[in-house]
């Protein structure tokens, strides 16, 4: 079975400078500042005991207040998981630290969640829309976007 | 005599044979050796996400069956889980049962298709792929059976199924696995050893492990770069803890290998099947559920070991009646992040291969 990892935990292992930057826990994940994103994650990837070196899935959601990514994060190793989650209350410019450096699995994730929410990955090696053509007026899974069915 | 060469761009597709559907690469060659490669996406793009958030839960279901459709029990499964966990619904045993059946004859079906095709692109023109449409056909006829559809299925239901099997279904998947096995032995005999095979196949398109985890690869392509990593096995959902079955997986990650991987997990399968008919208990298929009904508030990860990997559906409710906001983590998509690794240093005849050998589905690429 794989083990939700307990956000306190990861908490105490995470070191001060970096702990300081977590803003809450909550049930369905750990929110961090979206500055230290990068930081925090190259941390747990190597850190013995956490080792979450497999980035499983990448979500982003217009909270309408507030754009949410959500990194899903395994452990291959010890079987494991733990969410972590940015929040990003500047909609009209909205940006975070790209995890492509850190795996490469992030790279398509991540130009997907710019092409349909409009989140710019700072970082990213290949910033540009995905799945719809260059020129799309606006990004569809934003709330005001309108569903035109 | 100096010869001068120059790069050329070279596009393949997005109505290619080789590209499985509407996929497509432009490549830069330097004679036939490929320098650099950059996958378009988007052919197939239909919004299903966002289609999502217009429709009831149920409504959203038969949208699933598009995803990855020739997977479409397994979508239905996925995104049926997802659902459940997030409002409580529970599932009736023998619903249980008769989804690990239809999963698994599922898991049949995509990785016959998936050796055909690979076949297909190596040049063994259709021959292989008659043998594995045969068998194939007969899980069609099977799913017909339950549901009256051969291609998208729509058959589970939020707390079960939508039909119980009929008397005919049980006598006819036996003969079905009685025979299967001696067709995989056939297969075996025609390609496992085969000289042409071995050479095109072989050490062609190495991913090697520490790749294939960097970069979210799932499914039989993380397993055959010898990763052992089965979500049945790691984080059993259903009732998968209670059958025994192996985890495949190859030791050097190339094109062999994973066709090696998706051919030992028919045996899997069929195994797993071979416990689920023995142990099928009786009792109803569904507890119903209203067709439009409000899960609470809250949100909701759920993933089961998809044909291609993992396929997980991340479901936000807001407590309407409606998803506020569905994600599916498509495994044939973030398989495809390695690709460029995987084709660049390669001829452009073996680069078919190595696509082929990831098998993917636009219609998950794209959603």
Not at chain 1, 38 to 54: C, H, N, R, S, W
Not at chain 1, 90 to 113: F, H, M, N, T
Not at chain 2, 315 to 343: C, E, Q, W
Request: a negative charge; hydrophobic letters at 40%.
């Amino acid at each position: 079975m794989t083990v939700q990892l307990e956000y306190n935990r990861i908490v105490e292992a995470l070191p001060q400078n970096l702990a300081s930057s977590v803003i809450a826990i909550e049930d369905h994940g750990l929110i961090i500042q979206p500055e230290r994103l990068t930081d925090i994650a190259a941390f747990l990837k190597v850190e013995p005991g956490m080792e979450l070196d497999y980035l499983c899935s990448i979500t982003g959601v217009d909270c309408i207040n507030y754009f949410e990514i959500d990194y899903l994060l395994y452990s291959i190793k010890l079987n494991h998981r733990c969410t972590l989650k940015v929040r990003l209350a500047d909609k009209s410019e909205p940006a975070v630290p790209s995890l492509a450096g850190l795996w490469l699995g992030a790279e398509l994730q991540e130009r997907e969640i710019f092409d349909l929410l409009g989140i710019n990955f700072s970082g990213h090696p290949d910033m540009k829309r995905i799945f719809l053509w260059e020129g799309f007026p606006g990004h569809p899974l934003r709330k005001d976007y309108g569903h035109g069915c | 005599m100096a010869v001068k060469t120059e790069p050329l761009f070279l596009n393949l597709g997005p109505v290619h044979p080789s590209t499985h559907g509407v996929f497509r690469m432009r490549a830069l060659v330097d004679g036939e050796v490929i320098t650099d490669i950059e996958p378009v996406f988007g052919y197939l793009h239909r919004g299903i996400e966002k289609l999502a958030e217009s429709k009831s839960y149920r409504q959203f279901l038969p949208l699933t069956d598009r995803l990855d459709y020739v997977s479409s029990m397994n979508n239905n499964m996925a995104y049926v889980m997802a659902v459940e966990k997030l409002a409580g619904i529970e599932v009736p045993q023998r619903a249980e049962y008769i989804r690990v059946i239809m999963a698994e004859l599922q898991r049949i079906i995509a990785h016959l298709l998936a050796i055909g095709s690979f076949f297909n692109d190596m040049g063994t023109f259709f021959t292989p792929f008659f043998y594995m449409f045969i068998q194939k056909e007969k899980i069609t006829d099977l799913f017909e059976m339950v549901c009256g559809q051969r291609l998208l299925y729509n058959y589970m239901r939020f707390g079960g199924v939508s039909h119980d099997l009929p008397p005919e279904f049980i006598p006819a998947l036996t003969r079905f696995l009685d025979e299967m096995p001696a067709e995989i032995k056939k297969y075996e005999r025609l390609l496992a050893e085969n000289e042409i095979v071995l050479a095109r196949s072989k050490n062609v398109g190495v991913l090697t492990r520490e790749m294939a985890v960097n970069a979210s690869a799932a499914g039989p392509v993380l397993r055959a770069s010898g990763v052992d990593w089965d979500i049945r096995k790691v984080d059993p959902y259903s009732i998968y803890d209670r059958f025994d079955f192996d985890v495949p997986t190859g030791a050097n990650g190339d094109c062999y290998d994973r066709y090696r991987v998706r051919v030992e997990e028919l045996t899997q399968s069929l195994n797993i099947i071979r416990q689920a008919v023995n142990g099928l208990p009786k009792g109803k298929v569904l507890n119903p559920v209203p067709l439009r009904f409000r899960p609470p508030a809250g949100e909701v990860y759920s993933h089961i070991e998809g044909n291609k990997g993992e396929l997980g559906f991340h479901v936000i409710s807001d407590g309407s009646d409606k998803p506020y906001r569905i994600h599916v983590r498509a495994p044939s998509f973030i398989n495809l992040t390695a690709l460029k690794n995987m084709l660049i240093g390669w001829k452009l005849a073996d680069a078919i291969i190595i696509f082929g050998s990831i098998d993917i589905c636009l219609g998950e690429v794209d959603r």
